[in-house]
């Protein structure tokens, strides 16, 4: 009779030819056993004995099959997850034999029988991509131990809530939350301004989570699979110099030391000044499996306003006037945002609805150009008053210009359109001005209290650039106008005739 003793499997055994050959003679002496009183005498003193094998290999003989059970209830016996269903690796078999001199040792088949059996249990494996993570007691374990990664780069309480939600609108991955994106925004409950919630999180690598006999001491747990899923890898990268940034505070970012580096770029030492949009080269360390956040928010945006610019031609070039005063809109944005390992890598506009409209800012700009080339025909330069000294000799020498006293207002203008050449406080002058006309002429104002324009300053026939005073050599106040041309001073009042 051949047996097979705890044998998780079915299936055909293959027995070798030994084996054949004694089950064959056990076979025939039971068929055709003989009734003869002497023949039955002498089976009366046979004694029972069993040979047994493991898988093919042979291992010995006892007298009682009970040895074989005491080792496979001690091996399972040793296992600690009793509730993976333990069972022994090994295909035990025995065959009976009747003997009339049993020879067995039970000792030595149950000490062999010890070292060759082994105990498996069944597992749970996990697989992502086409790496290997672990051997898990239960797929609860493993869900645990994904939710566990997740925590790494969402947070906890987000992830609690998301769990507790309807699970009709989780995905396993990227591809299929593309898939199903539009029926789940045709289903989803609208958020209130100011309102975040997370929609899904997903590892976005291909997860296989599949069932196989492996030894206990294969088998790990979620705190060991954890570490394994965080292992991660250190990438070469580029960083590019931003305002402001030194090396302390870029390798501080990539939890580098200084020295680390400077080796990591030979040509840069610790004074070397880095320049903005300057690359350099950082070690980054980057998850080996990728944690996909999808988040929506509601928030409240300002619309600015568009400026309008409307030229005049009443307005010198560089004036400009405010006609309108620009006012910011306001919006509802529904954003969904896409966040890979806690980085944000996309942001969509969902939903977009205004609540305030912009009012936009209307500013009126001059374009008239002020000529920097005299006319040649000149203004009075003051508001009215007479002339109290001309041109000539008095007191034994030239009195270069014409006095002017006496006005309706103490305002000084530009007796002609020119560029200011000089102001500034000048000997018997006092405060003067003076406006190259760029036609040979020059105008000059002296005597003043005050100085409202600059060298290098274009002014328009008639533009007001000071105020009359008393400053120099002045018995009172009065304005000192001069007229050179070409470098010689001449008769003002010849082109007022």
Same mark, same amino acid.
């Given at each position: 009779?051949? !047996?097979?003793?705890?044998?998780?499997?079915?299936?055909?055994?293959?027995?070798?030819?030994?084996?054949?050959?004694?089950?064959?003679?056990?076979?025939?002496?039971?068929?055709?056993?003989?009734?003869?009183? $002497?023949?039955?005498?002498?089976?009366?003193?046979?004694?029972?004995?069993?040979?047994?094998?493991? *898988?093919? /290999?042979?291992?010995?003989?006892?007298?009682?099959?009970?040895?074989?059970? /005491?080792?496979? /209830?001690?091996?399972?016996?040793? +296992?600690?997850?009793?509730?993976?269903?333990?069972?022994? @690796?090994?295909?035990?078999?025995?065959?009976?034999?009747?003997?009339?001199?049993?020879?067995?040792? *039970?000792? $030595?088949?149950?000490? %062999?029988?010890?070292?060759?059996?082994?105990?498996?249990?069944?597992?749970?494996?996990?697989?992502? /991509?086409?790496?290997?993570?672990? &051997?898990?007691?239960?797929?609860? !374990?493993?869900?645990?131990?994904?939710?566990?990664?997740?925590?790494?780069?969402?947070?906890?309480?987000?992830?609690?809530?998301?769990?507790?939600?309807?699970?009709?609108?989780?995905? @396993?991955?990227?591809?299929? &939350?593309?898939?199903?994106?539009?029926?789940?925004?045709?289903?989803?409950?609208?958020?209130?301004?100011?309102?975040?919630?997370?929609?899904?999180?997903?590892?976005?690598?291909?997860?296989? +989570?599949?069932?196989?006999?492996?030894?206990?001491?294969?088998?790990?747990?979620?705190?060991?699979?954890?570490?394994?899923?965080?292992? =991660?890898?250190?990438?070469?990268?580029?960083?590019?110099?931003?305002?402001?940034?030194?090396?302390?505070?870029?390798?501080?970012?990539?939890?580098?030391?200084?020295?680390?580096?400077?080796?990591?770029?030979?040509?840069?030492?610790?004074?070397?000044?880095?320049?903005?949009?300057?690359?350099?080269?950082?070690? @980054?360390?980057?998850?080996?499996?990728?944690?996909?956040?999808?988040?929506?928010?509601?928030?409240?945006?300002?619309?600015?306003?568009?400026?309008?610019?409307?030229?005049?031609?009443?307005?010198?070039? #560089?004036?400009? +006037?405010?006609?309108?005063?620009?006012?910011?809109?306001?919006?509802?944005?529904?954003?969904?945002?896409? $966040?890979?390992?806690?980085?944000?890598?996309?942001?969509?506009?969902?939903?977009?609805?205004?609540?305030?409209?912009?009012?936009?800012?209307?500013?009126?700009?001059?374009?008239?150009?002020?000529?920097? $080339? #005299?006319?040649?025909?000149?203004?009075?330069?003051?508001?009215?008053?007479?002339?109290?000294?001309?041109? =000539?000799?008095?007191?034994?020498?030239?009195?270069?210009?014409?006095?002017?006293?006496?006005?309706?207002?103490? %305002?000084?203008?530009?007796?002609?359109?020119?560029?200011?050449?000089?102001?500034?406080?000048?000997?018997? &002058?006092?405060?003067?001005?003076?406006?190259?006309?760029?036609?040979?002429?020059? !105008?000059?104002?002296?005597?003043?209290?005050?100085?409202?324009?600059?060298?290098?300053?274009?002014?328009?026939?008639? %533009?007001?650039?000071?105020?009359?005073?008393?400053?120099?050599?002045?018995?009172?106040?009065?304005?000192?106008?001069?007229?050179?041309?070409?470098?010689?001073?001449?008769?003002?009042?010849?082109?007022?005739?």
């Amino acid at each position: 009779m051949l !047996t097979l003793l705890r044998k998780r499997k079915k299936g055909l055994l293959q027995l070798n030819k030994g084996q054949l050959i004694l089950m064959s003679i056990i076979l025939l002496f039971t068929i055709f056993s003989p009734s003869h009183p $002497r023949i039955e005498a002498a089976q009366s003193k046979l004694s029972k004995i069993y040979h047994v094998y493991v *898988n093919e /290999d042979y291992v010995g003989k006892v007298n009682d099959l009970s040895i074989i059970d /005491d080792v496979i /209830d001690y091996k399972l016996g040793e +296992v600690e997850h009793k509730d993976l269903n333990p069972f022994i @690796a090994e295909d035990i078999t025995y065959i009976p034999e009747q003997s009339f001199d049993p020879r067995y040792n *039970n000792e $030595r088949v149950k000490q %062999t029988l010890d070292n060759l059996l082994t105990v498996n249990i069944e597992a749970y494996v996990l697989q992502i /991509d086409d790496d290997l993570i672990g &051997y898990f007691e239960s797929e609860q !374990t493993i869900n645990d131990l994904l939710q566990a990664y997740k925590q790494t780069f969402v947070n906890k309480k987000d992830l609690e809530r998301l769990k507790q939600k309807d699970n009709s609108l989780s995905f @396993a991955n990227e591809t299929l &939350y593309l898939e199903n994106k539009q029926e789940y925004l045709k289903n989803r409950q609208p958020l209130e301004v100011g309102e975040k919630e997370l929609i899904d999180v997903f590892l976005n690598n291909e997860i296989k +989570v599949f069932q196989e006999e492996i030894e206990p001491e294969q088998l790990i747990s979620q705190k060991e699979g954890l570490k394994l899923l965080k292992k =991660g890898k250190i990438e070469e990268e580029i960083h590019s110099i931003k305002k402001g940034e030194v090396l302390e505070s870029i390798a501080k970012q990539y939890d580098l030391t200084v020295e680390q580096l400077l080796k990591l770029n030979p040509d840069l030492n610790e004074d070397t000044l880095l320049q903005i949009d300057q690359k350099i080269k950082v070690s @980054a360390y980057k998850p080996a499996y990728d944690v996909v956040a999808i988040e929506e928010a509601a928030v409240e945006e300002k619309i600015a306003y568009e400026t309008e610019i409307i030229e005049s031609d009443e307005l010198y070039k #560089g004036e400009e +006037v405010v006609k309108q005063k620009g006012r910011n809109g306001k919006k509802e944005v529904l954003y969904q945002v896409k $966040r890979i390992n806690g980085l944000e890598v996309s942001k969509e506009v969902l939903e977009e609805k205004v609540t305030k409209k912009p009012k936009k800012k209307v500013i009126i700009k001059g374009t008239k150009v002020i000529p920097s $080339r #005299g006319s040649g025909k000149y203004i009075w330069p003051t508001n009215g008053g007479y002339t109290s000294s001309y041109y =000539g000799y008095r007191w034994g020498r030239l009195h270069k210009g014409i006095d002017i006293a006496r006005p309706s207002n103490r %305002t000084i203008k530009a007796a002609d359109h020119g560029v200011v050449s000089f102001t500034g406080y000048k000997g018997g &002058y006092g405060n003067k001005i003076v406006i190259n006309h760029n036609n040979g002429m020059k !105008t000059l104002y002296a005597h003043l209290s005050s100085i409202n324009v600059r060298p290098g300053q274009v002014v328009e026939q008639g %533009t007001p650039i000071g105020i009359m005073g008393s400053t120099g050599n002045s018995t009172g106040i009065h304005l000192h106008f001069e007229i050179h041309q070409n470098g010689v001073a001449v008769n003002p009042m010849k082109f007022y005739e």
